[in-house]
């Protein structure tokens, strides 16, 4: 399972940090993703990680690029997103999802979400 | 970016009925195309992918088509706990998603 946590509300140009703790699987088998959902919105992707980090397979939406950073610790079991210089159109539940490739053969969709962790821009 | 556009933005039916959801792309994403489906309060649940392909656990009633720019979601026999919001996705250049349809009970 995907347990998301981090989320709280946060004035406009402040950062967060996302926490997303996974079981139930060999974590550093798998890419792993962000996804959120503004409030009565549909999905979109923030950001993309292989399963070792490799930095040429990190992605972000063109939305939070220069914004925000994804990493992952293997031996914790354990991805963040790092979020800053936040703005009130980054208020959504972020869900982290795990890729359903495993190994280093690219991404594929997304066969395991977390229920989400609600982030609230606000002054 | 691909833009996804989905069709219709809701579909009114009833248990029993078939559905036919469709998800057209801005480019070719050859057949890196999954549909997902959201219940109220709830993470969304990976129905398809790559078309046409199942995961363990979803049930046959639920089938895909398509490839390039314009793909099918297919309810054979819509279920109580069928009506949803799907979102289909794509994998071809990085990740994007349609605008979701939402399937009610008419």
């Known amino acids: 399972q995907l347990v998301e946590s981090g989320g709280g509300v946060v004035q406009p140009g402040k950062s967060l940090r996302l926490s997303c703790a996974a079981s139930?699987?060999?974590?550093?088998?798998?890419?792993m993703h962000w996804v959120r959902q503004g409030p009565g919105k549909g999905l979109e992707w923030v950001s993309s990680?292989?399963?070792?980090?490799?930095?040429?397979?990190?992605g972000y939406a063109d939305s939070v690029k220069g914004r925000f950073t994804i990493s992952r610790d293997n031996a914790k079991n354990s991805l963040f997103l790092q979020m800053k210089s936040l703005t009130v159109e980054d208020t959504a539940l972020y869900y982290c999802?795990?890729?359903?490739?495993?190994?280093?053969?690219?991404?594929?969709?997304?066969?395991?979400w977390g229920q989400g962790t609600l982030v609230t821009v606000s002054s | 970016e691909i833009v996804l556009a989905q069709s219709p933005a809701t579909l009114s039916l009833s248990p029993g009925d078939r559905a036919t959801l469709s998800c057209r792309a801005s480019?070719?994403?050859?057949?890196?195309l999954a549909w997902y489906q959201q219940k109220p309060g709830q993470a969304p649940r990976l129905l398809i992918y790559?078309?046409?392909n199942r995961p363990t656990g979803v049930p046959a009633r639920f089938s895909g088509s398509g490839s390039g720019t314009d793909f099918t979601l297919t309810i054979s026999r819509l279920e109580p706990e069928d009506f949803a919001v799907y979102y289909c996705?794509?994998?071809?250049?990085?990740?994007?998603f349609g605008g979701g349809t939402k399937v009610e009970i008419k």
């Open positions: 999802a795990k890729d359903i490739t495993g190994g280093a053969v690219g991404y594929g969709a997304f066969d395991l």
């Open positions: 139930g699987f060999i974590f550093d088998d798998f890419a």
């Open positions: 990680i292989s399963w070792n980090s490799d930095a040429e397979t990190i």
């Open positions: 480019q070719s994403v050859d057949t890196y």
């Open positions: 790559d078309v046409s």
């Open positions: 996705q794509q994998r071809y250049i990085w990740f994007s």
